[in-house]
């Protein structure tokens, strides 16, 4: 009732059944994250020519303060010092880096680039729906939670969007009407009555219900602190919706800023801070999460890298080849993936970027077959023939 | 009622003196009458519809404006703005002394010395101004522009000095030329010191180029991202725009071009020669890009995605652009094909957030000062000048469907009075158009917000659902109100 016939339908029918396989928690580094800096390749020499101000130290620079250097991962590469927090997770192999990795896409738009990437298409003509959204369209788990999918956030991210409905989740504190108990039974009666022939509205209620267990105040990590920063808050209720056991399957989390064409700071500054951020949440919900690591795999993926040279303003420009980064029990971890294209004369591409040597598709592609139990990648991201990068063991 | 300059600035400063803004916020509406209780009939779902989408939400007398004389003759109004008297919004406004002032006076109020800035007063201002414009403002398509251009030419108001900025901007830029020409406004644009900042061009020197905003003037603001143009001519534009620059000290905030750090080499973007002639560079590019066949189609594509449906009719897009081409670029001419061409084919669009909120006070006559709608603008995505990236909010309908609980939430709470300095009229409104038997009342309520009464069996079973969950008569009429603007139905346009 109350829906008028003109709205748009819901339908779906998935083509596979399958149980639910790990939580997938997909991290969205949103801006153009300065790959080359947070996994930094201190073994290559132009890699300092490029970057005279902005280069990080390598591990063994003596002329340089210890937390100015990078870490040393595996001699060639190593992590911004403020990436420190995810060494934990490296040495015990349950952290993989897949570097000079990315789309095909050499727009060095934002937008193009991130709309193909959530959408997981090589073009426009492609599916307007997002890559998780047919994933959770082609999979039938049996699960039919209103929290199989959720955006952290105000807005769930177009990577979600497809037939089967997601939700958006700020805090779950906010998930109340409000009002005295009397009012709050009539007017819940009443959105039954609205919205008994929509999904959504049916499932909103429902999630209503769900969430008034939950208790984020007096929630702690047993092991180690989230960055109190919105990005901390939304891993930690990540982590409570996984423990209440509410049918999480995927929970898509932003993290944006990276756009630093201007001062992005070298072993300090505005991207540092968001390093920070970005370590000291993932160090925290990874730990937090440890009795579940063979139920969950976490992916953080950018929609491009930026320039191999610092600009004038000591920033970065728009470049191409970015990376990625997969946490998790099942991983294949300790060790940096991919193809390394090199920085040097004639190996960058276009203005002076990072070349790509694996596709992002490629990295998804694995995680999807393995550990969610999905193996139709050919609708999840049409046109792409995947090769399995062997970052899940 | 006419009032003269002089009376009206009496009344001004009447209301400035008076202190708290919410209190004498009814004043304005009795003096100029604003706010009418006047009786509604059923609309046709096209009417209702065209009505929706040329304001943020039909008013009682915005019916009775179009049953009256149309949909031709109501576009035509409503075109010629400065016709229309808005002296109540102007009134109201006028205690919002931010709106007048230039970036150094905003600076100026801003800076508290010693301890830093305060980011808060001037965006605040800036976002409650916006918000009691599209709420009361009679000039209703004219507000339905402004918030069409703000998307488009996008500005985040918390990047630097955004937060005083861009009061300049919607000033000077968006609200000066909404319905004027498409030149202007990107000619406005180019030159506003917010654009530059927000999109990095205060950087972009001969030494080492900046290529971001010369990237999206063609991207976002004029040609679109299939608009024909290659990364060679982003970085030949940004060389030709070094020097475009902000004023640091004196006259700060005010725009400026630094010849010293211009690019003063030859560049070729799109196949045009540009020679070194300093600022007149990039003003040739500029005028180039305006009369582009590409920036014609792309700004029909989105004024008919945002007027008509999220994928507009090629064969309106293509009129609209060829009168794009033909006027060089008259927003009303524009405007005028896509509403009139378009209308008749339009497509259910779903609410955004800011559309959602304004079509429920706007239809309940609510008096608010609007400052307890800023939380859910923020909790539903769209606070004002808010959007970080420079594509501005999007505008298709799956962008926002999913996230319903706040606007359920605020349903519930603006029926039950318990926003902060904010009332609703329902009562006064049904006194006028209904017997006051429940059932009729709910005819009008539905007729109301959705155009048409419910047909008899599905409003007799949600009477009853309500009734059953032990709700008096006037609770019943509360709680459907509540959920009639909690619906489905009224989540689109």
Known sequence: MLTQTWLPRLSFAPVNTAPRGDTLVVVFLRGAADVLNMVVPHGEEAYYQLRPSLGIARPDDARKK??????????????????????????????????????????????????????????????????????????????????????????????????????????????????????????????????????????????????????????????????????????????????ADVGLEVSAIDLGGWDTHFAQGSSTGIMPSLMKDLAEGLAAFHADMADYQNQLTTVTMSEFGRRASENGSLGTDHGHGSMMMVLGGNVNGGKVHGRWPGLGEGQLIGPGDLAVTTDYRDVLSEILTKRLNNPTTNEIFPDYQPTMPHVII | MTLSRRDFLKLASLVTASAALSSCAPLYRKIAGDLPTVPWTSFSSSDFLALNRITFGARVEERARFAEIGLQAYIEEQLDFESINDFACDLQLSTFKTLNMEANELEGISNQLFDGYDREKVPNELRQATFLRQLYSKRQLYEVMVEFWSDHFNIFMDKEKEFFLKTVDDREVIRKYALGNFRDLVWASAHSPAMMIYLDNQANEKSHPNENYARELMELHTLGVDGGYSQKDVMELARCLTGWNVKEHFWLGDFVFKEDIHDTGEKNVLGLSVQPSGIKEAEQVIEMLITHPSTAKFICTKLARRFIADNPPEQLIEKAAQTFLNTNGDIKSVLRVILLDGLPLAQPKYKRPVNFLLSALRMLNVETDGIALHDYLVRMGQLYFNWPTPDGYPDYSEAWQGNLMPRWQFAFALIRDELDDTKHNLNALLDVSSSGILQDDVDAITSLLLGTPLERFARNEIIDSVRAAGATEEETRQIIAASIIASPAFQWR
């Open chain 1, 66 to 243: 210890k937390e100015e250097r990078a870490v040393d991962l595996d001699g060639f590469f190593g992590l911004h010092p403020t990436m420190s927090p995810l060494l934990e997770a490296w040495q015990s192999e349950q952290l993989a880096i897949i570097h000079a990795c990315g789309a095909p896409d050499e727009s060095r738009s934002h937008f193009k680039a991130m709309e193909l990437m959530e959408r997981g298409v090589g073009d426009e003509r492609g599916p307007a729906s997002g890559w998780i959204g047919r994933h959770l369209a082609t999979l039938n788990t049996g699960n039919s939670s209103p929290l199989r999918a959720v955006g952290m956030g105000t807005r769930p991210q177009r990577s979600l969007s497809g037939s089967v409905p997601v939700s958006a989740l700020r805090s779950i504190t906010d998930f109340h009407l409000g009002g005295d108990l009397r009012a709050l039974q009539q007017m819940r009666t009443s959105l039954e009555t609205v919205y008994a022939n929509d999904i959504l509205g049916q499932e909103t209620l429902s999630i209503m219900d769900t969430l008034q267990k939950l208790d984020v105040q007096n929630y702690q990590s047993p092991i180690t602190n989230y960055p109190d920063t919105e990005f901390g808050l939304a891993l930690k209720q990540t982590a409570m919706l996984i423990k």
